[in-house]
């Protein structure tokens, strides 16, 4: 069986979010079971790992995006150093750039990803068993593969949709349509949602099943979705939910080349206590007060605006007995406030921008990961804590609830309900109180390291839903 995943982002090619890790380690995982072939197809992007690694021409053409003719390049990574065969996309102008998003011409951008791949398969006779579509940029794939007569080679090709994070749909004005290849105008209506195009509900519409990333989080898209729960109750008969899993390759503590003090689960207590001690003195903190962190962008769907006032809260009300630090960025007026408290707070460090191996120590240093999510569709930053020992405290919504039980009812984290200041603040002096019980504090480590959230399982449930 042939699959071929289709993504903005994979890592460690282009790394936003944790769509790149899915796409960076699914397909990997999948290539583990005999019979099964997956590739990755993304757009080019001017990246270290790009200038690092050498990539064979395999298809040159062009397309017409409405009036405009456009050169489409397909190039694959020659020595599949990734576990899986790579293909990007590079169209002079389009897809081409530094970073996958940030763009006013985004809605081109992904039109013409999709038009590109979709040529190329067909211009080269590439019929695939399965194309697994990531997010809303390549929404409109199952539509076009079964709706434009230019990609007929493809039509009945079996389609899988995947939201990792529906806040974003790709909503658009039909203006756009006179940049799409040309398609079956009568079937308008499966581009439609509310008068305008929406690539992700499309892919709902038209693919052969679509899955979100955790059950929890699809049990809530059937009650809010940002409108279009109902196409979700509807299209209930193909959606699955199946929790990502992480690639416990990269992410091992006993072998992580990001670590200063690598351990499993026999020295754990000691050895992050080695790192923490490292960190602390790296950013000014004291190594005997508990560390909270929080790691991720600063958007309010990840609760990151309630940061400043639980970073002042926090720490008034325990009169200074615990460290928080943060790594991430994004809104600025966050950035600004955790920039004063920064100066304010001795107890207090921040580091801004995405930063991979500080994200790596950070895990392994923590005592307790904050993550006061609005809305997370799964979640790997909590699989990551745990993997490297550290207690997550977790709002109880999305793949967060299928992920973290509370120490109350038997598991080894922290949740709290409401996402709000006094909440999160009550959860981090329920975690004060257990840190200073070292006996306890010692099994919730351990507990936690035991945890299997490995690829293995996930990529199984992927390929049954295939072979349905």
């Not at 949709?161 to 009568?186: K, V």
């Not at 405290?393 to 967060?400: D, K």
Request: with cysteine.
């Amino acid at each position: 069986m042939v699959i071929y995943h289709l993504s903005t982002e994979c890592y460690p090619v282009a790394k936003v979010g944790g769509l790149a890790d899915v796409v960076g380690a699914l397909p990997k995982y999948q290539n583990k079971v005999k019979g099964i072939e997956a590739k990755v197809v993304m757009p080019w992007y001017n990246k270290p790992f790009v200038r690092e690694h050498e990539f064979d021409v395999v298809f040159d053409g062009f397309i017409h995006q409405g009036p405009n003719m456009l050169q489409v390049q397909v190039m694959k990574e020659k020595t599949n150093v990734l576990g899986f065969e790579l293909y990007m996309v590079r169209i002079p102008g389009l897809l081409d750039r530094d970073n996958p998003y940030g763009y006013q011409d985004e809605s081109f951008q992904f039109l013409a990803f999709q038009h590109g791949v979709l040529h190329w398969l067909c211009a080269m006779e590439l019929r695939p068993d399965v194309l697994h579509c990531h997010d809303y940029h390549t929404g409109l794939v199952p539509f076009m593969v079964e709706h434009c007569p230019e990609f007929s080679f493809l039509k009945g090709v079996k389609t899988i949709g995947t939201i990792h994070n529906g806040e974003y749909q790709g909503m658009m004005s039909w203006n756009m349509a006179n940049y799409m290849p040309s398609f079956d105008t009568y079937k308008w209506g499966l581009m439609d949602w509310n008068g305008l195009m929406n690539p992700l509900a499309s892919m709902i519409k038209c693919a052969d099943a679509f899955t979100t990333v955790s059950e929890g989080y699809l049990e809530e898209l059937f009650i809010s979705f940002r409108g279009i729960e109902s196409l979700v109750r509807q299209e209930f008969g193909k959606a699955y939910g199946i929790i990502n899993g992480i690639d416990t390759e990269v992410w091992n503590p006993e072998t992580d080349p990001m670590l200063d003090f690598n351990f499993n689960i026999k020295n754990a207590v000691a050895q992050k206590k080695k790192n923490k001690e490292k960190l602390c003195k790296e950013y000014g903190l004291n190594p005997k007060l508990p560390l909270f962190a929080f790691i991720g962008r600063f958007a309010t769907e990840k609760g990151a605006d309630l940061l400043p006032d639980v970073v002042w809260k926090s720490i008034k009300q325990s009169y200074g007995a615990l460290n928080i630090m943060i790594l991430g960025s994004g809104n600025v007026y966050i950035e600004n406030k955790l920039k004063e408290y920064d100066y304010t707070y001795t107890n207090f460090a921040l580091d801004l921008g995405y930063k991979e191996h500080l994200s790596h120590k950070i895990y392994a240093s923590a005592d307790f990961l904050l993550m006061p999510s609005r809305v997370e569709p799964c979640g790997l930053n909590q699989m990551y804590s745990m993997r490297y020992g550290t207690v997550p405290v977790v709002r109880y919504t999305g793949g967060l609830k299928d992920t973290v039980e509370d120490i109350s009812t038997g598991g080894a984290g922290l949740n709290f309900t409401y996402p709000g200041v006094d909440d999160i603040v009550h959860a981090m002096n329920r975690a004060l109180g257990i840190y200073h019980q070292n006996g306890i504090m010692e099994e919730l480590i351990h507990a936690n390291m035991n945890f299997d959230f490995a690829w293995e399982k996930s990529a199984e449930k992927y390929i049954a839903l295939y072979n349905s």
